[in-house]
Nanobody, 128 residues
């Protein structure tokens, strides 16, 4: 049984940083993707970042490029999201996802429907 457990969320002022962690158990998706999604109140869930489990190829939403970094520690089966220069519009519930589809065998999909496993979410609140 696959289990994803997120941690590291919290409240921070604009310009601050947070590091999210996602510990995966029971997951061996070496040919798939892991990713981070977020959902703000009243908005659809959107893909933030993805990383291919095998090659470490990363993908980012335009809104977070240059500010967020996704990384993985395969030995610990953990994926991280380093978030710098946070803005109030980054406020959302952040979800870790696994088992995502590789597009053209290279890029991680940004569609939540193409990920099979989900964590419970961790709240990130950025105040101005």
């Amino acid at each position: 049984q696959v289990q994803l457990v997120e941690s590291g969320g919290g409240s921070v002022q604009a310009g601050g940083s947070l590091r999210l962690s996602c510990a995966a158990s029971g997951y061996t998706g070496s040919s798939n993707c892991m990713g981070w999604f977020r959902q703000a109140p009243g908005k659809e869930r959107e893909g933030v970042a993805g990383i291919s489990s095998g090659g470490g190829i990363t993908r980012y939403a335009d809104s977070v490029k240059g500010r967020f970094t996704i990384s993985q520690d395969n030995a610990k089966n953990t994926v991280y999201l380093q978030m710098n220069s946070l803005k109030p519009e980054d406020t959302a519930m952040y979800y870790c996802a696994a088992g995502g589809r590789l597009v053209n065998g290279f890029w991680c999909s940004s569609r939540d429907s193409e990920y099979n496993y989900w964590g419970q979410g961790t709240q990130v609140t950025v105040s101005s």
